[in-house]
């Protein structure tokens, strides 16, 4: 007799906070279920941590193996990327299938699964982008009538394709607070709804909404971040706290509503801490590599001299996040200079040329990108594109790690950088990495580099784009960066507060799992297996984790 598994993850739920609000009594439901089953924490990927970890868990294989690293893309022969529509942005599972397209023996329910695609292999009921975040797949369902008749009869979703906000607006922050309270009810009615309809052998639905108000209520959460006193007043509770108690409410009466014999698994694959990595990916490595390339030039402003006070951190400015920031783009002009931080952009336009103009080449401005429909315009490493074919190596947009790629010579279409120099251009950048400090505090930006290649002229394609991909240190928000020789990037604003660290949690309960119990930290290329092993399904030899456990019961069918 097969056993039933109801699978749920907590998007970008971080394993501290779960932990701290069960010992606090906020989470009651996973506390009980922790109570009478299994936890363990997990590790994840270390690099491209933002990007991976769902195509990790749905095929049970690390990037290396599927190629799927990241959803921008650059192109060696004219040096642009892309980030591609939401069609094609996830990955294409022909060689790795999603590990619940299991044939007509499983029934199966798949609802509003991050980074998936329809699949004719599953014989039951798929909806996609719902609500998700970063969903990375068009709106729609097998069968294909299913997904308006959940909106029509639940609602939509509020927050997708609209889960962001300014740190500073408090009215969009309760807005986007207020929304995700609803998108959880309605999750919650679509789930029982889709439960009722059959007898799944296994129901697997993520809640995408720890993911997007992690990135936006971190400072409100959190008092030891920067921010928190500033920007929190204005709210008299914990909006992420808020936040989970809805999915823990929510979580009970899917349990309620489920078969008595199911097996629960509650799941995250990767976690969140204070944003450590946007401002150094996004803003400080291309800056700095700018800098670098071109001796004595600045891409945006210079910033207050070493060694001097950075002041406190900006909260209050008159343009939004990209404007401001656009803003602090150097001018060689002392007038320009001077206009720029207080003109609005098409009037500070009008102005520069009475002057002659911006130089060329000269960085692009995100408002230009927007308006060629560029989908990164606000990846400030591709405001320094027109540059990269004369840089020895050039940052790449990112979402999590800053990403370096060497302007290869029988690579790259203008390459600079000689096949044999390549170990001595990346040795001299991993240096001058390494002698990045937060100005406040002193302590190195930099954790851990990789090297993603051994040989230079390595063309497997499924080796990331990024030559150099830099870990960076995981303790404190840094918005102000100083480096010998190249001087002091900052102050940046923040924009998001939050961003993700690769760790996750596994809470199982159910027949053959004993209560009360732990185990060894295990890997999130584990849960695709372990899912499996708990429907009595034996994982494909493929799957690079193993059975974080294995239930007394049933036994194991081919």
Known sequence: ????????????????LIERWMAAGHLPTLSRLRQQGVYTRLNNIEYYKAETPWTTFLTGCSPSKTGHWTTVQFNEKDYTVRDNGAAERSYDFSEYSPFYALGDDYRVAVFDMPHSKLSDRVNGVQILAWGT???????????????QEIVDKHGAHPLLNNDHADTRNMPRLREL???????????????LDLLQRDQWDLFLTIFGETHSVGHVFWHLSQPDHPLHKTLSAGFETDPLLEV???????????????????????????????????????????????????????????????GTSPGAPLTDFTWDWLGHLWRL????????????????VKAFNWVQKLFGGAPQPDLVSPFQLRAEGSSVFYQTAAWYQPFWSQMKAFALPSFADGYIRINLKGREAQGIVSPEDYDAVCEE????????????TGKPMVKKITRTRQNPLDRDPKLPNADLVINWQEEDSSDVVDIPTYGRIGPIPHNRTGSHLPRGFFIAQGEGIAPASSLPTGHSLDLAPTILTFMGVTPPDYMEGSPILEPATPELVA
Do not use: W
């Not at 783009?329 to 609005?344: Q, V």
């Open 1 to 16: 007799m097969k056993t039933p598994v109801i699978a749920i993850g907590l998007d970008a739920a971080d394993p501290t």
């Open 244 to 306: 989970f108690i809805a999915i823990d409410q929510a979580i009970e009466q899917i349990i309620a509503h489920a078969p008595k014999n199911a097996r629960f698994v509650i799941f995250s694959g990767h976690g969140m801490g204070h944003n450590v990595m946007d401002l150094p990916s996004m803003v400080f490595l291309p800056e700095l590599l700018y800098r670098y390339n071109f001796p004595g030039k600045y891409g945006l402003a210079k910033g207050t001299p070493i």
């Open 429 to 440: 950048l991993t240096q001058l990495l390494s002698q990045m400090t937060d100005a406040r």
């Open 177 to 191: 607070r207020d929304a995700a309270l609803v998108g959880i009810s309605r999750r919650l009615s679509a789930c």
């Open 133 to 147: 975040h970063s969903a990375l797949s068009p709106s729609h369902s097998r069968p294909a009538e299913l997904y």
């Open 329 to 344: 783009k150097h001018d060689p002009n002392p007038i320009l200079r001077a206009l720029r931080p207080r003109l609005p």
